[in-house]
C-alpha cells in the first residue's frame, strides 16, 4: 500500500467514523500557524521535561506542565492537519 492510499484509507475511515461533524473550517494561514505553535509547544515540553529531570524545577505541578503542553502541541499538530479548529468549530472567530 502506498502513502496516497494509506492516506485515502485513513480519510475514509475518520470521515466514516465523524461524519460531517469536522468539516474544514481553517484556511491555509490558518494550519501553517496551527502547525508552528503545536510544534513550539512540543519543544518547549521537551525542554521543560529536560529541566525538570535535571532537577532545576521540582514537584508534581511540572510533570503536569509537561504533560499539558505536549498534549495541547500535539493537538495543535493535528488539528493543522486536519485542517480543522475547535475553537471555530465552536462558534468563535479566530484571526486567522
Not at 502506498?2 to 475511515?13: A, F, V
Not at 529536560?50 to 500535539?74: Q, R
Request: aromatic share 8%.
Amino acid at each position: 500500500m502506498d502513502e496516497n492510499q494509506l492516506h485515502e484509507t485513513t480519510s475514509e475511515n475518520l470521515h466514516r467514523i465523524i461524519g460531517d461533524k469536522m468539516e474544514c473550517n481553517i484556511d491555509a494561514k490558518g494550519k501553517a500557524a496551527r502547525l508552528r505553535l503545536g510544534i513550539m509547544a512540543v519543544i518547549g515540553s521537551a525542554l521543560l521535561a529536560a529541566t525538570v529531570l535535571l532537577g532545576i524545577l521540582e514537584g508534581t505541578f511540572w510533570w503536569i506542565a509537561v504533560a499539558g503542553s505536549a498534549f495541547g502541541g500535539a493537538f495543535s499538530i493535528w488539528e493543522a492537519r486536519a485542517g480543522w479548529c475547535i475553537v471555530r468549530a465552536m462558534g468563535f472567530k479566530t484571526p486567522l
